[in-house]
């Protein structure tokens, strides 16, 4: 009766879940969670319905931290629940620890009383004094990679796809936004009375993907499917950073077919956001730290727009395939800022792009440069690097340049509408490239070697090596320092060329020339978050001292983890700097997020 269920290839398993879910998988999930800042918990219930390929199956969930209550389990819609037994295995530090529910005949629901540990790894609980308004707590989540179970009990595998539906009661002040469908009026949304807000995913997403936010919220209208949110005092600015939104959206349509979504907002965080952005669905999360006034660094939003189609539509299926995500919304981003902004600029994200990807396979192990990493045991935020992106991006650059961008764009439109709304692993794009690109034009073919861009360190020396002509004239600026460029030159400089300009120094130029360029142009006060990052992590390298008020006050307001690693890796190289990091952590810390705190934690062990 029973039919056994093969076990799949390989791989197809991901070895950051105990899901099974080639024998029983969620389809839906219904949650009911109140929020609650005294305690920082999330309680109530989350309810997998669940389609079973093998009758004699449990279903095993991922959880982390969670405090489970009690069980119930129901069959059909319409059926009672009724208290069911389950087990709670031991915790791993990486995985958590898996929840085991034997499913009796019929039973197709799974109902799970829980609460949330204070330090829950998803969760961030802001005071008052972290946001904007300094009036309000604020909570976040953050789910990706393997987080989501810390916060609801699920099959946290990007292989699964949900649709989900939630209610979140919060104090009456707060607004509460889930990256989904709102039921509340979006011109007013205050006007929610009783502090209970309804959400409904209507895509199939991954848990990844799941995500809420909770605090003193204000909202403006960009377009007409586009929005952001932010705190009251924030969303002007927001908006007016963010106007091009539209534009971008058309310029992926254009190439990669419709946006499959039913809207596409931001949300603007606190500081604290360990990450630049996240591309949750319906609503991006992003740092404040992007909000430059001159839509500079703009690019983020290009390039969580992007993951709409690579990621979103078609997801790594395991986080070994992590690169399917990030190198193709790299290389989609950068089609798309050529679009809204022109090659020039394009091309200088591009070098910048590259520059980013050297200094990492300067420092990497060999065998984390991979693009198909081996991640089994380890925390897949360890593949959380430029290899992904930067060299992901490149070996599709590589390809775009053998066959042409006209086939290459047919190429990858097709590769989003077959894979839409499907988990895909690296085998599964080789043999679509192999079909649909490679076996079509065995002499462009040739020129690409595939399996040294998957499986070899370093980077390919046939890989094209993108060249700005905006950068040439900087490089002649910085060759000829200390002869200061001229005001004319340097007024039409943006971010990127100064990020350049920053780089093409030499790393121990020493405390005297960082002096000079400081008098020049004020790097130390300078309020891109960017052109600040680059110059505070010179200022530790070169034990520049005038910038260490400023490099002490960048480390405790922003938790971006791209900022804040490479100061403090910067700063442990010596003993001096090592004490004075721990000094800066210890005053940071109750301000970074968890995954922000690991990392640093991390560095100075
Ligand atoms: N999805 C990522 C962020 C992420 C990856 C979070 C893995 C957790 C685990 C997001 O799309 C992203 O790539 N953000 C980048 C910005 C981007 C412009 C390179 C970031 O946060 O810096
Ligand atoms: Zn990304």
Not at 25 to 43: A, G, Q, Y
């Amino acid at each position: 009766m029973n039919q056994p269920v093969p076990a799949p290839p390989a791989h197809r398993v991901d070895v950051h879940s105990y899901a099974q879910p080639h024998l029983v998988s969620t389809r839906h999930i219904e949650m009911d969670l109140t929020v609650d800042f005294d305690r920082k918990v999330l309680h109530g219930w989350a309810e997998l319905s669940v389609l079973r390929r093998d009758a004699a199956a449990p279903l095993v969930a991922d959880t982390r931290d969670l405090t489970i209550d009690r069980v119930e389990t129901a069959a059909g819609p319409k059926g009672k629940l009724k208290v069911a037994n389950y087990t709670l295995g031991k915790a791993d530090p990486i995985l958590g620890a898996p929840l085991t529910v034997p499913l009796g005949e019929g039973v197709d629901r799974v109902r799970v009383h829980y609460s949330t540990s204070p330090a829950a790894s998803a969760l961030q609980w802001l005071e008052p004094s972290q946001t904007a308004g300094k009036k309000r707590p604020y909570l976040f989540t953050q789910s990706q990679a393997i987080h989501a179970r810390s916060w609801i009990p699920l099959q946290d595998s990007p292989a699964v796809r949900t649709t989900f539906r939630a209610r979140i009661r919060t104090p009456k002040d707060l607004i509460a936004l889930m990256a989904s469908r709102h039921d509340f009026r979006l011109a007013n949304p205050k006007e929610e009375p009783n502090g209970e807000y309804t959400f409904r995913m209507p895509h199939r997403i991954p848990s990844y993907l799941i995500a809420l936010a909770v605090g003193d919220l204000g909202y403006r209208q960009l377009g007409h499917r586009t929005g952001v949110w932010a705190e009251p005092s924030e969303v002007e600015a927001a908006a007016r950073e963010f106007e091009d939104t539209e534009r971008m959206i058309q310029a992926a349509e254009k190439l990669y077919g419709p946006y499959a979504w039913l809207k596409y907002e931001l949300l603007v965080l606190p500081p604290s956001f360990p990450f630049g952005g996240m591309e949750n669905p319906l609503l991006t999360f992003a740092t404040p730290t992007i909000i430059a006034g001159d839509k500079s660094l703009v690019s983020l939003v290009a390039h969580e727009l992007a993951h709409s189609w690579s990621g979103n539509l078609v997801t790594n299926a395991t986080w070994r395939d992590f690169w399917l995500n990030e190198g193709f919304t790299v290389y989609v981003e950068r089609r798309i800022q050529e679009q809204v902004y022109g090659e020039a600029r394009a091309k200088m994200e591009a070098v910048l792009g590259r520059q980013e990807l050297e200094a990492e396979i300067a420092k990497l192990p060999a065998a984390d440069q991979l693009l198909y990493i081996d991640l089994k045991g380890r925390d897949p935020d360890d593949g959380v690097t430029a290899i992904a992106y930067e060299k992901g991006a490149l070996f599709l650059l590589t390809l775009e340049e053998a066959f042409g961008r006209e086939r290459f764009d047919q190429f990858l439109l097709a590769y989003f509408s077959t894979f839409a709304f499907q988990g895909i692993t690296t085998q599964d794009f080789l043999a679509f490239l192999q079909q649909n690109l490679l076996k079509k034009d065995p002499a462009a073919a040739a020129k690409v070697p595939v399996e040294e861009w998957l499986h070899q360190p370093g980077i390919p020396a046939s890989a094209p090596k993108p060249v700005s002509d905006e950068f040439t004239r900087v490089d002649e600026a910085v060759h000829a320092w200390p002869a200061v460029p001229p005001a004319t030159i340097t007024k039409t400089w943006t971010t990127h060329h100064w990020l350049h300009f920053l780089r093409a120094f030499p790393a121990d130029l020493g405390a005297a020339k960082m002096a000079g360029l400081d008098r020049a142009f004020s790097f130390t006060k300078s309020k891109n978050s960017e052109i600040a990052g680059q110059w505070l992590l010179m200022a530790a390298r070169n034990r520049y001292e005038p910038a260490a008020a400023r490099l002490e006050a960048f480390l405790i307001g922003v938790g971006r983890r791209k900022f804040v690693r490479p100061i403090y890796e910067e700063l442990v190289r010596t003993p001096a700097g090592r004490v004075r990091a721990e000094t800066i952590f210890a005053k940071a810390r109750p301000g970074y997020h968890p995954i922000t705190v690991a990392t640093v934690t991390q560095i100075l062990k």
